[in-house]
């Protein structure tokens, strides 16, 4: 079955579960298994280490497929997804072990707040990493380091600390309970640590300076590019859950001391539309975007930069979109919203976590505007 049609098929079952995801702040293991053996975890693993290898715009389309029934348990989805990016600039038989099972889990954080010692054969690794998403359900991690080499930082020829992800077996790795917060609570993104563990040569990469070594125009997409659709895709689906919620409500709800129904009310109508306004535009803006450069991955087999700006623009213009959605729908419920019962104060919290994420943040906005105005900037991260 197709991955979106999987994820929709799952959905249901997702929804069901909502309400312990929340409770419990992480994704029930019988639920990890459907989504494993459903192969959404490895949506862009190489097809020659057994994964789905799928188009940039079917996996964003699966995210969101699952968003609409839970937004945490489709962030643990994008996690595990885009993760498995890293297989693809792996030594074989590396990515064979640690992408190859069907059940096997990825995850970690790219930001160096490691320090790995070059040693023979490797690197001594520790650090502390927040943000470790779907941590507790992992079978690999991962945690990017600055590497030292003679007690001093290596540079790049830009003069930027070179920095590598090391991957560690997840009992290595001790995992800190630090996830208490306001949205997308069943992520369980809580802070993973490791101390004095040796890390072999070929289990580490650079996103930024390594080149993927398999084919294929999945992998010819930026890695970071690619992190920020599956937010985008995140986003979109909680805000179409959103509008599903206050459509249902509107036609129920009479509000206190009026006589029409909440649907009846011109402010409500007016709100509902721009809603759908918003949302539709801004998804289309966002796959009109992948399409084309998926165009040019699959011809020349290079992204422009101002291809990669593009994606990260409509990247970032989904979520914002997204989430002022969110706020309309969820002031239009009224005090119905605020209840716990209401998935309409989910969406609201959860969606106002997605939008921090840096992939995301209002900064994209100056990155992208720069390069439009051809002004000199770091494009790396695009």
């Known amino acids: 079955m197709p991955p979106v049609d999987t994820a929709r098929a799952l959905a249901g079952g997702i929804r069901d579960r909502a309400e312990h995801i929340e409770r419990h ?28 290898e799928v188009d940039a715009a079917t996996m964003v389309e699966a995210i969101e497929e699952i968003a609409k029934a839970d937004g945490s348990a489709a962030w643990c989805v994008m996690i595990g997804a885009t993760s498995g990016l890293v297989s693809a600039y792996l030594p074989e038989t590396v990515a064979h072990d640690i992408y190859g099972p069907p059940l096997h889990v990825t995850g970690g954080v790219f930001a160096a707040h490691g320090k790995a010692t070059v040693v023979p054969g490797g690197y001594r690794v520790g650090g502390r990493w927040p943000f470790a998403s779907g941590c507790e359900h992992c079978t690999w991690l991962m945690g990017g380091c600055v590497i030292l ?10 003069g930027q600390p070179d920095a590598r992800m090391m991957l560690f077996p997840a009992a290595d790795v001790e995992i800190i309970d630090t ?18 563990r040796f890390v072999p040569e070929d289990r580490s990469v650079s996103l930024l300076t390594d080149r993927p070594r398999q084919p294929g125009p999945l992998y010819m997409f930026p890695v970071f590019g690619l992190l920020a659709l ?50 539709r535009s801004a998804r289309a803006f966002l796959f009109d975007t992948i399409g084309d450069a998926w165009r040019a991955a699959q011809g020349s087999r290079t992204i422009s930069v101002a291809q990669r700006s593009l994606l990260r623009l409509a990247a970032t213009h989904a979520a914002t979109s997204a989430a002022k959605v969110v706020d309309l729908m969820y002031n239009a419920g009224g005090g119905t919203s605020v209840y716990a019962t209401s998935p309409l104060q989910r969406q609201f919290r959860d969606i106002h976590v997605v939008t921090q994420h840096m992939m995301v943040a ?18 790396s991260l695009l």
């Open 230 to 279: 599956g937010i985008a895709g995140v986003a979109l689906g909680v805000a179409r859950r959103a509008i599903d919620e206050l459509l249902q409500l509107a036609a129920a709800k009479t509000p206190t001391g009026s006589r029409k129904r909440l649907a009846e009310r011109a402010m409500i109508q007016v709100h509902v539309a721009e809603a759908e306004a918003l949302l």
């Open 25 to 52: 702040r992480r994704l029930p293991t019988e639920l990890v298994h459907a989504l494993a053996e459903a192969g959404l975890f490895r949506m862009s693993v190489p097809r020659a280490f057994g994964g789905g």
């Open 362 to 379: 209002p900064a994209t906005y100056e990155l992208t505007g720069r390069v439009f105005l051809g002004i000199d900037t770091d494009t």
């Open 149 to 158: 080499d003679d007690g001093r930082p290596r540079l790049l020829p830009n």
């Open 179 to 196: 996830w208490t917060v306001a949205g997308l609570r069943g992520t369980g993104s809580h802070d993973i640590a490791v101390a004095e």
